[in-house]
């Protein structure tokens, strides 16, 4: 079985933000958590082009963040999300080793 990281992406609506770190701290984290999401990135974006928020996390295997994304909770969790963010963007992906130059 290999890790795998999950990659979402979005853009908070102008203002939104307070709303969105509460649903974020008290909705978000803690159900993708008990989804099986293990959380070990959040960046915020200030200046520059790119999505404003990066949250990724490790998963046990591709299937199982398959799982999650298909599932009826991240659906009604996305649905909620999109009250308060633009541009929901979510990929799978391998992750790399430690830091590559």
């Known amino acids: 079985m290999?890790?795998?990281?999950?990659?979402?992406?979005?853009d908070i609506q102008e203002g939104k933000e307070k709303d969105y770190i509460e649903f974020a701290v008290n909705e978000l984290s803690p159900t993708l958590g008990v989804?099986?999401?293990?959380?070990?990135?959040?960046?915020?974006?200030?200046?520059?082009n790119g999505p404003e928020m990066v949250v990724s996390g490790l998963?046990?295997?591709?299937?199982?963040?398959?799982?999650?994304?298909?599932?009826?909770?991240w659906s009604q969790l996305r649905q909620q999300l999109t009250d308060y963010v633009d541009?929901?963007?979510?990929?799978?992906?391998?992750?790399?080793?430690?830091f590559q130059m």
């Open 2 to 10: 290999s890790m795998v990281k999950v990659i979402m992406t979005w």
């Open 87 to 98: 541009h929901i963007n979510v990929k799978i992906v391998q992750p790399k080793g430690p």
């Open 35 to 48: 989804l099986g999401l293990q959380i070990n990135d959040v960046w915020y974006t200030m200046y520059g």
């Open 59 to 73: 998963m046990e295997s591709r299937a199982d963040a398959l799982g999650l994304l298909q599932s009826r909770d």
